[in-house]
């Protein structure tokens, strides 16, 4: 009938569900999963990392434009040092053998976040993973690691008073869209859906201004367990949900 609806239909290439432009992910419980097992920590991020190739690949298939996945927070420094070292450890490893991988297969790697303490070797493989796949038209990969909302938009603000102070911009020039374009999703458009596994239901500091009129699909599943059909399950949802944005059903009928 409407012209969205057949691009929905053409957005997935085997038609299962029509996909969202941008999911983002809180990949939640890889502790518990392990310690459901007897297995240290350390064992279900492994199986993280195994679950975010599935995620990538399904959302290829599913037609996703962006993809989001929030890595590590600004918060997670609290850890035991180990286990920040193991983490560390893995997006190393990640980034090395599968970006030819990711680059192969047109996906755009863009890395949300603060460089500040990360190591060199870190900043410098995040650098050239987005580098290298900057040009790509593929799904874009956005990796948030060292990444906390708050933090995001007081530097937003910061440097936004600093052009006010220095007379480049005046109070009435300080709108949702300058503000907007100073945070580090600048160039990616808003969440339309976002999950959280575990069963946890908060935000933890996860795109608290991009996310204001995202849905919200909680999972009980442990992120190590989630694939397609559980990403499909949250799509599936997600397109059962009336986005009003404040206003009224957009949807036929529903205005009565
Ligand atoms: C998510 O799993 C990975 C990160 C936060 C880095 P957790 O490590 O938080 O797992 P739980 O919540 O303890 O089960
Ligand atoms: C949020 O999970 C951060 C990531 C998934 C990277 P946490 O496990 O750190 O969140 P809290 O501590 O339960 O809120
Ligand atoms: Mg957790």
Redesign the pocket.
Known sequence: MSSAGEQDRTATRDGIVAAPAHVAI????N?RWAAARGLPRLEGHRRGVEALRRTIRASIELGIRYLTV????S??WK?PREEVSDLMGLLKRFIRNDLANLHANEVRVLVLGSRDRLSDDIAGLLSEAENLTRDNTGLTLVV?FN?GSRQEIVAAAASIAHDVAAGRLAPQDVTETLLSERLGTRDIPDPDLVI?T?G?K?L???LLWQAAYAEYVFTPTL?PDFDRSTLEAAIAEYRGRDRRYGGLSSRAGAAS
């Not at 929030?70 to 927070?73: G, L, N, P, Q, W």
Request: proline share 0%.
């Open positions: 809180i990949m939640d419980g502790g929030f890595s590590f927070s918060e997670n850890r948030a990444y959280r575990s946890e908060r933890s500091n996860f992120w």
